[in-house]
């Protein structure tokens, strides 16, 4: 038998479309499979069915994974990302403007060191694995190395997964800015050795429009202009407090979209974490381009930045994605950015379901990320990037999810008490990269 094959045998889930607001899931929004087989083959789903349908397929010998009592989905999605503030979560006080001063900017200008850089990328790529997180779009900081070392650390675990050197070219310490266009020429030898590469993309980074003059936010509009198969990551519209810098820093545009859209930075590859403070008009003009809103939930809360209006964003027909934005979000797995989610709906009277919440985690990230070829569902020929959850992981849970009296109760469970105590295993490219055993 082929070393590179093998069978898990699970409670499987996956969604082919969204499966809308309501209770009941949209139909043939999901698929579920109450004893499953997912066969990979070389990195990737060769087979999806009943367990007892395909074992007469299955070549004799074949490895057989035994994960029943667990629920395998597509690996979560994390769409907005700093690895370089792993370390300074959970630090107290004030919102925004006053935070990056304190305690972001400094802690950012210690990834000018190469071994620095790989010692967090590292310790980060642990952490995600081991909250169930496959694929994430990541700000590293303003310096080159600290993208080498993060690309180089996600290419050696055959990682799918986008990732930028943040461009700054003032209003922060002088050892965290670039120089206008040396950022640019910096970030065209990063693309040139990383996008592309493995399952790499890159994704330009400007960090938000009080950093970049307009100079550089042109030039790296010129860099999307050129190779429109480059992702782009920047914040928008966060904190009452950064909507009037803005105003006063770019006082000929009409708004804070504005300033992106004169530079050419609003396409369908593009993501506008927060987006909290918006009128329907600019939903309106994000929607036409196809670019998606990152909804933050636990760092709006963290921060006290907003109640993130998911509804209206829907109403526009604007994409969304969910997003843990660690370091100004206060946890890194997608159970807890979910969590986070529905409490910010409840505060709005938009409750969120475990359906709308695992479809966004998965298909909807990666649709959103235009990934979704590669990456957010169980089926033939799509990356095996996939996640092991127990639903009885903690006395408590256990407790919980067998007064379940549906799929729909579990997941909702799931969301609201699970962590990484939920996740036994995460698989990426076929291989298991984090097991609770
Ligand atoms: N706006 C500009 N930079 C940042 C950042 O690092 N985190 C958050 N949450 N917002 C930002
Ligand atoms: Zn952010």
Not at 113 to 132: I, K
Request: charge should be negative; charged fraction near 20%.
């Amino acid at each position: 038998t082929n070393n590179d094959s093998r069978v898990l045998r699970a409670e499987l889930l996956s969604f082919d479309a969204d499966p809308g607001e309501a209770d009941t899931p949209a139909a043939g929004s999901v698929r579920h499979i109450a004893d499953g087989a997912l066969w990979i083959e070389n990195g990737r789903i060769r087979a999806v069915d009943d367990f007892s349908r395909l074992a007469p397929e299955l070549p004799a010998g074949i490895e057989v994974v035994d994960h029943r009592e667990k629920l395998i989905m597509p690996g979560f999605i994390d769409s907005h990302v700093h690895y370089v503030q792993l370390e300074i979560m959970a630090s107290y006080g004030r919102q925004l403007l006053d935070w990056l001063n304190d305690y972001t900017f400094p802690e950012e200008c210690r990834f000018a060191a190469r071994e620095h850089a790989e010692l967090l990328s590292a310790a980060f790529l642990g952490e995600m694995l081991r909250v169930g997180t496959t694929t994430a779009q990541v700000f590293c900081s303003s310096h080159p190395v600290s993208v080498d070392a993060f690309f180089s650390a996600c290419h050696r675990r055959d990682l799918r997964m986008l990732a930028g050197k943040v461009l700054m070219d003032r209003h922060a310490p002088d050892a965290l800015c670039d120089d206008t266009l040396g950022g640019i020429r910096d970030t065209e030898r990063l693309i040139g050795d990383w996008h592309g590469k493995g399952r790499l993309g890159y994704s330009l980074t400007p960090r938000f429009a009080p950093t970049s003059s307009r100079a550089q936010l042109d030039a790296t509009g010129g860099l999307v202009r050129n190779d429109p198969s480059l992702w782009l990551q920047t914040h928008l519209a966060e904190n009452t407090g950064e909507l009037d810098w803005v105003a006063e820093l770019f006082p000929g545009s009409r708004d804070y979209l504005a300033v992106y859209e004169q530079s050419g930075l609003v396409g369908p590859r593009s993501t506008f974490a927060h987006g909290i403070h918006l009128d329907q008009e600019m939903r309106g003009r994000l929607a036409e381009r196809g670019a998606n809103l990152a909804f933050c939930p636990s760092s709006n809360l963290f921060l006290g930045s907003g109640l993130f209006d998911r509804l209206a964003a829907r109403e526009a027909g604007l994409n969304i994605s969910y997003a843990s934005d660690v370091g100004g979000g206060t946890d890194l797995s997608g159970l807890a950015t979910l969590k986070a989610a529905y409490q910010v709906g409840q505060l709005r009277g938009q409750p969120l379901t475990a359906w709308q919440g695992f479809y966004g985690l998965t298909l909807g990230n990666a649709q959103a990320l235009s990934l979704h070829g590669q990456v957010g569902r169980l089926a033939p020929g799509m990356e095996a990037d996939v996640v092991v959850l127990d639903p009885a992981a903690t006395p408590l849970l256990a407790r919980r999810t067998a007064r379940s009296r549906s799929l729909s109760e579990t997941l909702f469970a799931l969301m609201m008490l699970g962590d990484d105590r939920c996740v036994a295993e995460t698989w990426a490219g076929g291989r298991r990269v984090h097991s609770r055993a």
